[in-house]
């Protein structure tokens, strides 16, 4: 049972949703079966799905009268055949909300996702039929280059500059890292990069924490 609704608009607007649509959903909850009803209202419009809450021994829903992401519903659009769970999948991910083991799977096994947990993006399949340029951009923003990419950058500000500290590599390559990737995420990677080039024999850290070439 519905207790409490929060977070909806209440214009037509720019295609927000209206006082007599929200009632409808609230309708749909208290008539049974009504959560998967409301999904697919939000669904049909392309909104955000709706948010659940079930803390305090409540149930709290944020529904969302608007498209905050134009990108997401064009592939509602160009993707119909879609199960209704795939789409709660996909939206959690474009929310960047934590998805379970089993539904990184079933994304990843049907080619909707790339990337690893808890780093996962749109894939290449779902973007193409686009044709969207920003999503593009996105995509390989995302996805990022492979380590043979970032180590010969390293290794080249080495060889120009003699030498690189920390701090210097991680501003060679900060923002050239996949964006998925968060702070913590980011300087891991850097940490691994630089002990496999050492492992390499590419690289070594002097005593005063100064990457150099190997000689």
């Not at 960047?96 to 996962?120: A, C, F, M, Q, T």
């Amino acid at each position: 049972m519905l207790t409490t609704i929060s977070s909806c608009q209440s214009t037509r607007r720019g295609g927000q949703i209206a006082p007599a649509q929200i009632v409808e959903c609230v309708r749909f909850v208290q008539q049974g079966g009504g959560i998967r009803k409301i999904f697919n209202y939000q669904r049909q419009r392309f909104f955000p799905l709706p948010d659940f809450d079930l803390s305090d021994g409540k149930v709290k829903v944020t529904i969302t009268g608007k498209i905050l992401n134009e990108d997401f519903a064009h592939i509602l659009v160009k993707n119909p055949q879609l199960s209704l769970h795939d789409i709660i999948m996909l939206d959690k991910v474009q929310k960047r909300i934590i998805i379970s083991d089993d539904e990184y799977k079933h994304l990843k096994k049907i080619g909707l996702v790339e990337g690893r947990k808890p780093n996962i993006f749109l894939s290449k399949n779902v973007i193409i039929p686009l044709n969207d340029d920003s999503l593009k951009s996105e995509y390989i923003r995302n996805k990022g280059f492979d380590d043979t990419y970032y180590k010969n950058l390293i290794v080249e500000y080495i060889i120009k500059w003699n030498e690189a500290s920390r701090k210097q590599i991680e501003n060679l390559l900060w923002d050239k890292l996949s964006d998925v990737l968060d702070e913590n995420s980011k300087s891991h990677k850097i940490k691994n990069l630089l002990q496999s080039l050492k492992k390499d024999d590419k690289i070594a850290l002097t005593a005063g924490r100064k990457w150099i070439l190997k000689a």
